[in-house]
């Protein structure tokens, strides 16, 4: 059974829209606490840096507390990396706990048609709440110890050893008539005078990945066997399925390589604090290794993360932690159909919220309105006040203004919220349909 990408992507948006008071209902109190939890967390960052308490006597604004903390961000996780992880724990502690008080009866809404309990204050926590943490971690942290802990430890081995092997010294005779004139030069510097230098260059990187490459072709591999594509036609050609599937992430290897490269080098410079330019004074070699290594995982764990990115949803509507219809949901060409699915929806933010919301709704068009708005109340207190404007216009306009900003992208977050929802409602749907079918 194929995913429909159009019929999932038109159900999650219109339930987004179409149970927006259900889910302001809901989501409410989670949502300004979430608001507070956030700003709380900010002055708390900026106190630590400062090493004295911040407050809003003296940060008055919220978005002047944010602009400081970027701009002194890397000083503070510098000195004082201690107190910042303790408060990034704790505020995604508090976070994720928040989060699912009302993602948890939306799903099941969204899913199973099952009405959230009444009420207009509510902040539930109970089994339903625990399987959506646990289906969010467990897919989060099984990439991570899965995937990413032992890219992390063989980039870290693969440069310390290369690093070492190129920084080994050894005899040179620089004149060849002469056996009593010895230079100390590097391996890598040997091995380029003897124009071998492909050695460290390619030959030692290329083994050092060539694990992690070789599993992301095993994974693809299996994963469009026919077993696995319920249409699949005509005899298997397990041979031509092998080569398709070698040029495919040989190609996408290609490109994350050379994608990742500007990203891998700035890194290593700010680790090392080496010259300015793109890898100025930074080993070609370990360089190399690094990005073979760091394009393999990247591939892995977008396979990972696509597998998994259901189960916090259809953990939920099962009542179970079961895995249930979760790798079924994806199986054969349907991840590359929740891939595009994920990337309209993500699509669809940015261009909603970034350009139409705050870019032109809240910059250029109400900018206009509460200007006309402005002038004429203005006006009318001039003709009751003898010609002089009253004080209480610009303030309560200042306030209107930035009240209508917070509510715009307060409701901004609802309707996000709810199509997140309605798209884990949809694909725990089309997983029991699946299961059904198979």
């Not at 099962?318 to 060409?333: A, K, M």
């Given at each position: ?136 971690l467990f897919s989060a942290l099984?990439?991570?110890?899965i995937i990413l802990l032992p ?158 990115y259901a189960y916090p949803g ?125």
């Amino acid at each position: 059974m194929q995913l429909r990408i159009l019929s999932v992507l038109g159900e999650a948006l219109n339930f987004g829209g179409r149970r927006m008071a259900t889910i302001m209902r809901v989501a409410w109190l989670a949502v300004l606490l979430l608001l507070i939890v956030d700003m709380a967390s900010v002055y708390a960052y900026l106190s630590v840096i400062a090493e004295r308490v911040i407050t809003f006597a003296e940060v008055g604004s919220f978005l002047t507390a944010q602009q400081l903390f970027g701009r002194f961000a890397t000083r503070g996780w510098t000195e004082h990396w201690e107190l910042m992880a303790v408060i990034t724990a704790v505020s995604l502690f508090v976070q994720v706990i928040l989060v699912s008080t009302f993602m948890a009866p939306l799903i099941r809404l969204a899913g199973l048609g099952e009405r959230p309990g009444p009420g207009l204050v509510r902040l539930p926590f109970g089994p339903d709440q625990l399987r959506f943490i646990f289906g969010f971690l467990f897919s989060a942290l099984f990439v991570g110890v899965i995937i990413l802990l032992p890219m992390m430890t063989t980039s870290f081995f693969a440069l310390k050893y290369i690093g070492a092997a190129m920084s080994q010294t050894m005899a040179s005779f620089p004149d060849a008539n002469s056996l009593h004139t010895i230079k100390l030069i590097t391996a890598e510097e040997g091995l380029v005078q003897r124009g071998a230098e492909w050695v460290f260059g390619l030959a030692v990187p290329l083994a050092a990945a060539a694990p992690f490459v070789l599993l992301t072709w095993l994974v693809t591999f299996f994963h469009f066997s026919p077993r696995n594509r319920p249409n699949a036609t005509g005899k298997p050609n397990a041979f031509l399925r092998a080569l398709v599937s070698f040029v495919v992430v040989a190609v996408v290897f290609g490109a994350a390589f050379f994608l990742l490269r500007p990203e891998i080098l700035q890194i290593l410079k700010s680790a090392s604090a080496v010259g300015t330019s793109a890898g100025a004074d930074i080993p070609t070699s370990p360089v190399t290794a690094i990005l073979l290594i760091a394009t393999a995982g990247y591939m892995l764990v977008i396979y990972l993360s696509l597998r998994l990115y259901a189960y916090p949803g259809i953990a939920v509507c099962r009542h179970s932690l079961g895995l249930g219809g979760t790798l079924g949901l994806t199986r054969g060409w349907n991840i590359i159909r929740i891939q595009i699915i994920l990337l309209a929806v993500s699509g669809f933010f940015y261009v909603l919220h970034i350009y139409i919301i705050n870019s032109l709704f809240l910059t250029t068009l109400l900018p206009q309105v509460i200007s006309l708005l402005y002038q004429a109340v203005l006006v009318s207190t001039k003709l009751v006040n003898s010609g002089v404007g009253a004080d209480w216009v610009l303030p309560l306009f200042i306030w209107i203004w930035n009240g209508i900003k917070i509510l715009a992208n307060v409701f901004w977050a609802f309707f996000s919220y709810g199509v997140i929802a309605g798209l884990y409602g949809r694909l725990y749907r089309d997983s029991e349909r699946i299961a059904d079918a198979a």
